[in-house]
């Protein structure tokens, strides 16, 4: 499904930067999670590991942010946001668990006890949880510059692309595909196994890597409504 021309203006330059970085990858457009009705702009699935993306044009809004992050983070550890500079100052608002005054301090509430005043940070209700762990970019008319403003955005996070959550790894697969990350696992299944039954197999039986590559695999010879071509799942 096409974007709005925003959109697809920052999309077209993170699929490029993509490209150039991981030129083993299938591009995968608009990947969709298995719970809580969550999409993601952009997977570049390797035989290995997964990047994930998520794009904010001018047009966006970051109200669904944390939710997207949350879901991502749970299936690799290099979740990528890709934003308009319009977004910038929000942004590094949003990786502030606590308020900041303008000189970028953090503000203390004084309280008082029976030992004296206590200090307390005020929490910051546009703090995204999980931002601070993302690599941040922002578009320019190149390209996109790091958010400098976020220790995170300079750190290489495809050192930590190898962590995930086994449960949300396989319910980015369907039966058929869960099936066959079974049968190419050899482990048998019994017959009319549902979801729960051979997920259960699976993590019982199965080392975190085995079902990473399993499901790359499953990923890369998919069908999707946009995506690269399949490729081979031998």
């Given amino acids: 499904m096409a ?3 925003a959109e697809e203006r920052i999309r077209a330059k993170v699929e490029a930067q993509l490209r150039r970085e991981f030129p083993d990858a299938r591009i995968v457009h608009e990947l969709n999670m298995q719970w809580g009705g969550i999409r993601l702009d952009l997977a570049a699935v390797r035989p290995n590991a997964i990047t994930l993306v998520e794009i904010k044009s001018e047009r966006d809004v970051l109200k669904r942010l944390a939710s997207q992050i949350g879901a991502a983070s749970k299936i690799t550890g290099d979740v990528r946001v890709y934003a308009a500079d319009k977004h910038r100052a929000a942004l590094i608002d949003a990786h502030h668990e606590h308020l900041r005054d303008p000189d970028g301090r953090t503000i203390i509430e004084w309280l008082p006890s029976k030992h004296g005043e206590i200090g307390k940070y005020q929490p910051n209700p546009a703090f995204v949880p999980g931002l601070s762990r993302c690599r941040v970019q922002i578009e320019t008319e190149a390209g996109f510059d790091w958010c400098a403003e976020m220790h995170s955005s300079w750190w290489d996070r495809t050192v930590m692309e190898h962590v995930a959550e086994t449960p949300a790894l396989l319910e980015l697969l369907w039966a058929e595909e869960l099936a066959q990350l079974l049968c190419d696992a050899r482990l048998g299944a019994p017959r009319r196994s549902n979801r ?17 590559q399993g499901v790359c695999k499953a990923l890369r010879g998919r069908a999707f409504a946009r995506a690269d071509a399949l490729q081979e799942t031998a």
């Fill in 3 to 5: 974007g709005s021309e």
């Fill in 196 to 212: 729960a039954l051979m997920k259960r197999i699976a993590v019982e039986d199965m080392s975190l890597r085995q079902i990473r």
